[in-house]
Structure formats: C-alpha cells, structure tokens
C-alpha cells in the first residue's frame, strides 16, 4: 500500500516541551521537497510516549493538513492499553490520515495471543488501514511470525515495520505473508538488505537528516539495482549507527537542531545530547553529505 522511505517524523518542540508548529510546518515542507514517500507522525521518534492524548491527535491533525494530500500520512497510534489505542486510531482516521502504524504494547509483556487479540480488536474498532510494528528492544515484546501470520488474515491490516534488525526473520514474514501484507524494515541499517529481500520500504530515523538520500536508496533498492543502493547506503552507514548512540529521539533531534530546522526542544526523561557524541553526530552529518 505504501513504499519507499517513510520517514518517523520527530515532533519539534520549543525549550519548554511545547510543540513548535513552525517548525512542524517547515519539517514538512522539508520532506516533501526532498522526496520522501509518506511522514509517520507522532511515531516513537515523535515521542508519542510523552505526548498527552489532546497533543497526539492535534499533531496527527495538522500533518495531515499541512501534507495536504501530497504525500501519505501514517499516524502513531499505538499503546499498552487497547483501549487507548483504539481512541488514537479513531482519532487518526477523523483526522483523515491514510493508515495508522501501531507499536506492540510496551512494558505489559503480553502473550502470543494477548498481542493477536489486541491487534485484531483495534482493527475491528477502526476501518483504517493498519500496520504493526515490532520493536522487542524498545518494548520488551516480540511479536513472533506466527502471531503476524494469523494478523495478515484481517482486511485492514495492511503491513508489518519488522525492527528486529534480523534479516532471516524479515525474510520468512516476507516469504510466509508478503501476498496478504507489507513487510517494512524499521532497522535503518539493514534496511537496504531487507528491501533486497522483497520488503516493500523502510521506516526510517536517517530519513529526518538525509530525507533525499534515503528516498533515492530505498528507490534503488526497490528497483533491484544493488550497486546503487550500496553506494548511496555507504554515505549513510555512520548516519544509521551514530543517531542511536543514546536513546531514539535524542540523537536525531540534536542533528536536526545542529541543521537549523528545529529547536533543542525534548521532552524529559528523556534529554539533550550529551555533549560528548556532537563531533559524532556532526562527522555523521558530514559523511552523509
């Protein structure tokens, strides 16, 4: 349904934790001139966890309107609680987003069939097009290839972001559900490979910093032209390795203030960059061109 590089849009804020909507407004304009495929709002990068419920929808809202049909807006809308996340997603569709992505319940550590049910249910409660997404390093759950095989049966769940970094398991959902969903890579720095292997994109965090580079990468690879993608993906290496040296967003909201397209802006726990990891970041910045 959706292809290429989407980036997992960070949520710009002022030094007291406000959303910046200039800022918002710029990043759009941002992604769109450079060509990235489709702007995941209010994701994990954007710091859903830390967005109350009012916030979370007002920045689905205004992507949507902002995008204004030139690109693909997918909402953030997953939660620990179903309930919760059901309300997210109507709220997503309300806002006229064209799918919703949906991270595992985080901390609960549901069963097998506590993560089928949960899924199931949201797509029942909400006719939008819907992806999963496993991250187990983040969520301390990991969604098994077999729970997303009985998932893949549902109409609107339409794919899977497949973080894991693992390639052999990517490529068995591929093998296992790729008629009946999209498998896309969440790793940015086997996304190339993973694209190689049939999967149709790749949720990116690069994406914020070299918007450009990664659509024309992820176009690449989707052709099946190797060469290309492996050069243009060599640029990016020190981007997809050094924007996780502290924890997602933290990294890519420095690089992006360091750019002059946000400002410093995070909201606690979690914290500014350390200042340690700037020449890291910047010499990444650099090598990406």
């Given at each position: 349904m959706f292809s290429g590089s989407m980036v997992a849009l960070v949520t710009p804020m002022a030094g007291d934790g406000s959303v910046d909507q200039k800022s918002l407004e710029n990043l759009v304009e941002?992604?769109?001139?450079?060509?990235?495929?489709?702007?995941?709002?209010?994701?994990t990068t954007g710091e859903s966890a830390t967005l109350n419920e009012k916030e979370h929808c007002h920045v689905i809202k205004q992507v949507v309107e902002l995008a204004d049909n030139r690109i693909p807006v997918i909402a953030g809308t997953g939660a620990n609680s179903t309930t919760e996340a059901i309300e997210l997603t109507q709220c997503a569709m309300q806002a006229g987003a064209d799918?919703?992505?949906?991270v595992t319940p985080y901390y609960n550590k549901p069963t097998?069939?506590?993560?089928?049910?949960?899924?199931?249910?949201?797509?029942?409660?909400?006719?939008?097009?819907?992806?999963?997404?496993?991250?187990?390093?983040?969520?301390?759950?990991?969604?098994?290839?077999?729970?997303?095989?009985r998932l893949a049966g549902i109409s609107n769940i339409v794919g899977i972001k497949e973080a894991t970094g693992d390639l052999q398991r990517g490529k068995q959902i591929i093998d296992e559900c790729g008629d009946k969903l999209d498998v896309y890579s969440g790793d940015d720095a086997t996304a190339m490979?993973?694209?190689?292997?049939g999967a149709r994109g790749d949720i990116s965090v690069t994406a914020n910093i070299a918007p450009k580079a990664m659509h024309e990468m992820c176009s690449a690879a989707l052709a099946g032209d190797r060469e290309?993608?492996?050069?243009?993906?060599?640029?990016?290496?020190?981007?997809?390795?050094?924007?996780?040296?502290?924890?997602?967003p933290i990294p890519v909201k420095w690089a992006l203030y360091e750019m002059g397209l946000?400002?410093?802006?995070?909201?606690?726990?979690?914290?500014?960059?350390?200042?340690?990891?700037?020449?890291?970041?910047?010499?990444?910045?650099?090598?990406?061109?």
């Amino acid at each position: 349904m959706f292809s290429g590089s989407m980036v997992a849009l960070v949520t710009p804020m002022a030094g007291d934790g406000s959303v910046d909507q200039k800022s918002l407004e710029n990043l759009v304009e941002f992604h769109i001139e450079n060509g990235t495929d489709a702007i995941v709002a209010v994701g994990t990068t954007g710091e859903s966890a830390t967005l109350n419920e009012k916030e979370h929808c007002h920045v689905i809202k205004q992507v949507v309107e902002l995008a204004d049909n030139r690109i693909p807006v997918i909402a953030g809308t997953g939660a620990n609680s179903t309930t919760e996340a059901i309300e997210l997603t109507q709220c997503a569709m309300q806002a006229g987003a064209d799918a919703c992505l949906l991270v595992t319940p985080y901390y609960n550590k549901p069963t097998q069939e506590g993560l089928y049910l949960h899924f199931k249910k949201i797509a029942e409660s909400v006719a939008i097009p819907q992806i999963l997404y496993n991250v187990p390093g983040r969520t301390a759950v990991d969604m098994l290839p077999e729970t997303i095989a009985r998932l893949a049966g549902i109409s609107n769940i339409v794919g899977i972001k497949e973080a894991t970094g693992d390639l052999q398991r990517g490529k068995q959902i591929i093998d296992e559900c790729g008629d009946k969903l999209d498998v896309y890579s969440g790793d940015d720095a086997t996304a190339m490979e993973l694209i190689l292997l049939g999967a149709r994109g790749d949720i990116s965090v690069t994406a914020n910093i070299a918007p450009k580079a990664m659509h024309e990468m992820c176009s690449a690879a989707l052709a099946g032209d190797r060469e290309t993608a492996s050069q243009i993906n060599n640029r990016l290496t020190a981007l997809h390795n050094k924007l996780f040296v502290e924890s997602n967003p933290i990294p890519v909201k420095w690089a992006l203030y360091e750019m002059g397209l946000i400002p410093e802006g995070i909201r606690l726990p979690l914290t500014p960059l350390d200042s340690q990891y700037y020449a890291v970041i910047r010499d990444a910045i650099k090598q990406a061109s």
